[in-house]
């Protein structure tokens, strides 16, 4: 499965961004998706996941309530709405797909894409 991350730009605090990641492969719809995000001089973090089927979500705390997962196993992408942005969401997003269930360590993702950068400005 190769990944492309996409959607990232500049946005001012309290605004919206959606990115999108672009799977390939005929296998993406039997993976579970996720997205990270890497702020600079800090550790990789998981950010959310999804099912294979789209009917489960995890995420994480600092974004429950304003980041919503979704994903179209017809056209192999994968998304997350990003609202009421705060400059604390500052990152490199990345996208991920695993075997596992839904699952928050990166070790549990066997593909990554290249990231996409988003800056907050407060």
């Known amino acids: 499965v190769q990944l492309q991350a996409s959607g990232g730009g500049l946005v001012q605090a309290g605004g919206s961004l959606r990115l999108s990641c672009a799977a390939s492969?005929?296998?993406?719809?039997?993976?579970?998706m996720g997205w990270f995000r890497q702020a600079p001089g800090k550790e990789r973090e998981f950010v959310a996941a999804i099912s294979w089927s789209g009917g489960s979500t995890y995420y994480a705390d600092s974004v429950k309530g304003r980041f919503t997962i979704s994903r179209d196993n017809a056209k192999n992408t994968v998304y997350l709405q990003m609202n009421s942005l705060k400059p604390e969401d500052t990152a490199v997003y990345y996208c991920?797909?695993?075997?596992?269930?839904?699952?928050?360590?990166?070790?549990?993702?066997?593909?990554w894409g290249q990231g996409t950068l988003v800056t907050v400005s407060s």
């Open positions: 492969g005929r296998t993406f719809s039997s993976y579970t």
């Open positions: 991920a797909a695993g075997p596992y269930g839904l699952g928050s360590k990166s070790y549990e993702y066997d593909y």
